[in-house]
């Protein structure tokens, strides 16, 4: 066989992900908030964009997203109304808000939540704050800074005393009062050693009662015995009944374990719906929720130098003015993509809407891309880390695809109508003798819905409600 080598043509078609469809599909996956943010980073990029200042929030879907948005002459207006720095400091603390048109237009939500974000202090600072009521001495407050920033975000002292002792130069008793003046601060169970010091410092803040010893015991030697619901253990070795252990029980989960959980030194989070779904006049009305996303427009003054400037100032004026371009339509096609899952989830799990959780009916993403006519993966990412708000409450998007089951008159049901169905026979279960697994899983069966009893502990363990053996009330 002879070989040899040349050169041929030939034509071939392939998928190529360019730059600006990866963009597109980065833009379709995001949430409001951080679109939002990613918005804002063009803005400050790119020269040729501009926020429009007249942008309507409660403006209605374009039916055409290839075309440009209109370009508004530039009027200023944007910087007419600039908050005045007198007054600022007063309203963050809470105060009287300030004075000018400022705060006029902003809604009631969006002040509640600045002012929140204004007053968040960590566990740390708050701890500070009361020691400097507490204790006057420079050595005590030395010593109190110190033991405070020892303290993890769940209040508990890491370290021992003596190793603070020995790096501060006291004596191991300053150290021993300063921690006892810091375990009465709030949060009650402060800078505690361990979990059983902790729960005691609580338990010494309530009203004593006549079974305060029996807890305190539990406290100290059976914590282990209570996690694994051995009531009865407990009762033989501290010579009282299991119902008496199970009031106990009761007091100790009224105490926090974690007490400096409460505190952080973040911002709080804030769940922001990307969809909005209200019912009027029978129907569903769907609103996209992009009121933090300012619409975006091409400043003419750009337009107008890619027909005088040169050739360079040109080249890379015309690259900017792409690049917006695209961002803008990618922008639209989210909007536009989102609209059409959530008319289509609406369309297909309209019992939800109407009649509640309890109804949600299995659904796939492919059923969805199908009735929309895109490839399941659009689906995935429009629905992703994405929530909507429904006359029922605020919903991740994904809780709307779940796994179904099958009755016996052969009708699909959802695995969140059989956790529903579950959980309702547990709460009415008489508390001296609960279902088991088997037992429920029996029930459920009697209802029509066909589950195992692997299946009904699979779906409790989710719901964490525990074992038949620690509901059980003596």
């Not at 659904?363 to 689906?379: D, F, N, P, R, Y």
Request: net charge negative.
């Amino acid at each position: 066989m002879q070989l040899d080598y040349g050169l041929k043509l030939e034509t071939t078609q392939k998928l190529i992900m360019t730059p600006q469809l990866r963009q597109a599909i980065a833009i379709l996956q995001l949430p409001s908030m951080e679109l939002a943010a990613l918005v804002g980073k063009e803005l400050l990029e790119n020269p040729v964009l501009e926020a429009d200042a007249n942008y309507n929030e409660n403006e209605n879907e374009q039916e055409n997203g290839d075309e440009l948005p209109a370009v508004p002459e530039p009027t200023g207006a944007e910087y007419d109304n600039q908050p005045e720095a007198d007054g600022w400091i007063e309203y963050l603390l809470g105060g009287t808000p300030v004075a000018g048109g400022s705060q006029a237009g902003m809604s009631e939500p969006t002040q509640a939540r600045e002012v929140a974000d204004a007053q968040t202090v960590s566990l740390q600072d708050y701890l500070e704050m009361q020691l400097h009521f507490a204790v006057f001495e420079p050595i005590h407050l030395t010593v109190g800074r110190y033991l405070i920033g020892s303290i993890d975000d769940n209040g508990y002292l890491c370290g021992t005393l003596a190793e603070a002792a020995a790096r501060l130069g006291v004596a191991g008793e300053c150290a021993e009062d300063v921690l006892a003046i810091i375990q009465t601060f709030d949060p009650l169970g402060v800078g505690a050693r361990n979990l059983q010091e902790c729960l005691l410092l609580q338990l010494a803040q309530q009203t004593p009662g006549p079974e305060i010893h029996l807890v305190k015991a539990i406290i100290a030697e059976h914590l282990d015995q209570v996690a694994c619901g051995r009531y009865k253990q407990i009762a033989d070795k501290l010579h009282c009944t299991p119902h008496e252990v199970q009031q106990a029980v009761d007091i100790i989960r009224t105490l926090d374990p974690k007490p400096g959980r409460a505190f952080g030194g973040g911002q709080p989070g804030y769940i922001t719906p990307d969809v909005s779904i209200e019912r009027l006049n029978g129907e569903y009305v769907i609103l996209i929720n992009d009121n933090h996303v300012p619409q975006l427009s091409i400043n003419p003054y750009y337009r107008q130098i890619v027909r005088e400037a040169d050739t360079d100032a040109r080249k890379y004026v015309e690259g900017r003015i792409h690049a917006a371009v695209w961002l803008i339509k990618s922008i639209e096609q989210r909007r536009r993509t989102l609209y059409n899952v959530t008319e289509a989830i609406i369309s297909l799990q309209r019992d939800f809407f109407d009649h509640g959780p309890k109804f949600l009916r299995p659904l796939t993403m492919k059923k969805v891309a199908e009735q929309i006519g895109v490839h399941e993966s659009t689906v995935s990412r429009a629905t992703a880390n994405k929530y909507v708000c429904t006359p029922h409450g605020v919903f991740g998007m994904n809780t709307f695809f779940t796994a179904g089951l099958q009755s016996t008159g052969g009708e699909d049901i959802s695995a969140s109508r059989v956790k529903q169905e579950l959980k309702e026979l547990i709460v009415a279960e008489n508390p001296k003798q609960p279902l088991s697994d088997q037992a429920l899983s029996d029930l459920l069966n009697g209802k029509g819905i066909m589950v195992s009893r692997r299946t009904v502990a699979k779906y409790r363990e989710e719901l964490t409600i525990p074992a038949s053996s620690r509901r059980k009330r003596h």
